[in-house]
């Protein structure tokens, strides 16, 4: 946060320069002014919208460019966190959405292999019924064929 002055000298211009830049960008600088104790402080965002906005003095140009570009670094750093956070945001987002995911497949093939081991269980039963069929009809088969043999 800069003092108006502070931006004036950085700047190679008034306080009332300062002054008539911040007016004139209004509505959209107010939200970078910041008024504490009769003080009117600027953040980096408002001293580049008014260095834009003025033509600098040849008297501090090489310590306003230094200036200027080090807020430049400092916003584009702002950004680029503000960026990370929320593609953070976004990751966590993404990996909760596919563990959820997970979680109902995981389920949903639980309920499959259950299905299948009871239909599997079904079939055992049902290849036990037909051996033990099968058994009674062969008995009855040699059972007939004694028959028929008694009978010719």
């Not at 107010?30 to 033509?55: P, R």
């Not at 140009?61 to 929320?86: A, D, F, G, P, Y």
């Not at 909760?96 to 389920?107: A, D, G, T």
Request: glycine share 2%; proline share 1%; charged share 35%.
């Amino acid at each position: 946060m800069y003092k108006v002055i502070d931006v004036a000298d950085l700047l190679g211009v008034s306080k009332v320069t300062i002054y008539k830049k911040i007016k004139m960008l209004k509505p959209d600088i107010l939200d970078e002014i910041i008024e504490d104790d009769g003080i009117t402080y600027l953040t980096d965002t408002a001293v580049l919208m008014i260095k834009n906005s003025i033509k600098r003095k040849t008297a501090n140009r090489r310590q306003s460019e230094k200036l200027m570009e080090l807020i430049e670094l400092r916003l584009e750093v702002e950004n680029l966190n503000k960026n990370i956070e929320t593609l953070s945001e976004n990751i966590e987002e993404v990996q909760n959405e596919k563990y959820q995911e997970l979680i109902v497949s995981y389920k949903y093939l639980k309920e499959i292999v259950i299905s299948k081991k009871q239909s599997l269980e079904k079939l055992r039963n049902s290849l036990s019924q037909i051996k033990k069929t099968n058994l009674q009809i062969d008995e009855q088969v040699k059972i007939f064929a004694t028959l028929l043999q008694t009978i010719k």
